[in-house]
C-alpha cells in the first residue's frame, strides 16, 4: 500500500492540527496503521497505533488524552487530531502500514509515507 501524509504545519502551543493519511492500494482495510515521529537528532517513536477496523488505538503514553488516531476505511484514510500541542510535538510525522495487525515496533511496518512536518512554538 502507498499512504501519503499531509496536514502538518507551523502551530503555536495549545493549538490543534489534524494530520491525514492517505493510502492507495488494494486491502487497505485489512492493515493495521501507525504513526510515528522523528524529532532532529533523535529516534523515530512511536505515536499511536490503530488496528484494520479501527476499534482498537494505541497510544505512546507522552500523547495519551491529546492525540487521538481514527480511520475511514471506506476513503483508505487514516487520521490523527492533535490537540494541546506542545513543543516537544515537533517533528516529522509518519504514517506507515502492516498487514493484519498493529503495535509500537516501527520495523514491523512495511510501507510508509513521505512524513509532514510538524512544528510547535512556545
Known amino acids: 500500500v502507498q499512504l501519503q501524509a499531509s496536514g502538518g504545519g507551523l502551530v503555536q502551543a495549545g493549538g490543534s492540527l489534524r494530520l491525514s493519511c492517505a493510502a492507495s492500494?488494494?486491502?487497505?482495510?485489512?492493515?493495521?496503521m501507525g504513526w510515528f515521529r522523528q524529532a532532529p537528532g533523535k529516534e523515530r517513536e512511536f505515536v499511536t497505533a490503530?488496528?484494520?477496523?479501527?476499534?482498537?488505538?494505541y497510544y505512546a503514553d507522552s500523547v495519551k488524552g491529546r492525540f487521538t488516531a481514527s480511520r475511514d476505511n471506506a476513503k483508505n484514510m487514516v487520521y490523527l487530531q492533535i490537540d494541546n500541542l506542545k513543543p516537544e510535538d515537533t517533528g516529522v510525522y509518519y504514517c506507515?502500514?502492516?498487514?493484519?495487525?498493529?503495535?509500537?515496533?516501527?520495523?514491523?511496518?512495511?510501507?510508509w509515507g513521505q512524513g509532514t512536518q510538524v512544528t510547535v512554538s512556545s
Open positions: 506507515a502500514a502492516r498487514q493484519r495487525v498493529c503495535n509500537s515496533d516501527w520495523l514491523q511496518y512495511s510501507d
Open positions: 492500494g488494494r486491502f487497505f482495510s485489512s492493515y493495521g
Open positions: 490503530i488496528n484494520p477496523n479501527g476499534v482498537n488505538t
